[in-house]
T-cell receptor, first 115, second 116 residues
Framework: EAGVVQSPRYKIIEKKQPVAFWCNPI?????LYWYLQNLGQGPELLIR????????DSQLPKDRFSAERLKGVDSTLKIQPAELGDSAVYLC?????????????FGPGTRLTVT | SQQGEEDPQALSIQEGENATMNCSYK?????LQWYRQNSGRGLVHLIL?????REKHSGRLRVTLDTSKKSSSLLITASRAADTASYFC????????????????FGQGTILTVHP
């Protein structure tokens, strides 16, 4: 079974440039999450989708970040314009919720460097 | 914001020794999960313990949960060099009826180094 797929794996951009990350969740998983992970920290939730609906985006900086989940499958997270402080790893995860198991399955992440 | 605090922040042991990591949290939970992260495989789910459970085992892993103290511990027995990674606890908050919110809040992690 294929896991959560993310691309690109690495991205280096200059500040004020736009950037987009793509995520393909595990087949059949209705819930998709985007996390931000700073060096030495645990992941922090940015946005959570149940099917096509964003049910929790309270931590998403909406002035520069946007996300979408087309047809309840793939998702894209965008930053425009990027700032130096956005340098981090962006993780996508998926799960089947609610269900008997609550664990989330994570992709490898996209490491963003803003110069 | 981080829900939990993990202790210690870093742990260095020899192969064959046991490793114990602790996690404390602040709000009521439906379940608590432990994840491992290394550069090769990203974040991987290890074990889940529900709020009505006190102890759970999976292979060389043993997790305990004390909801009265809002704390959990992860014990890895007979550690191996391949166990070298960062370990995170994550809490899944629940409502008063115990229903999961389906949202994980991670701690800051413990960096475990196992020397061959």
């Amino acid at each position: 079974e294929a896991g959560v797929v993310q691309s690109p794996r690495y991205k280096i951009i200059e500040k004020k440039q736009p950037v987009a990350f793509w995520c393909n969740p595990i087949s059949g998983h209705n819930t998709l999450y985007w996390y931000l992970q700073n060096l030495g920290q645990g992941p922090e939730l940015l946005i959570r989708y149940e099917n096509e609906e964003a049910v929790d985006d309270s931590q998403l900086p909406k002035d520069r970040f946007s996300a979408e989940r087309l047809k309840g499958v793939d998702s894209t997270l965008k930053i425009q314009p990027a700032e130096l402080g956005d340098s981090a790893v962006y993780l996508c995860a998926s799960s089947l919720w609610p269900g008997p198991f609550y664990e989330q399955y994570f992709g490898p992440g996209t490491r963003l460097t803003v110069t | 914001s981080q829900q939990g605090e993990e202790d210690p922040q870093a742990l260095s042991i020899q192969e064959g020794e046991n490793a114990t990591m602790n996690c404390s949290y602040k709000t009521s939970i439906n379940n608590l999960q432990w994840y491992r992260q290394n550069s090769g495989r990203g974040l991987v789910h290890l074990i889940l313990i529900r709020s009505n459970e006190r102890e759970k085992h999976s292979g060389r892993l043993r997790v305990t949960l004390d909801t009265s103290k809002k704390s959990s511990s992860l014990l890895i027995t007979a550690s191996r060099a391949a166990d070298t990674a960062s370990y995170f606890c994550a809490t899944d908050a629940g409502d008063a009826g115990g229903t999961s919110y389906g949202k994980l809040t991670f701690g800051q992690g413990t960096i475990l180094t196992v020397h061959p």
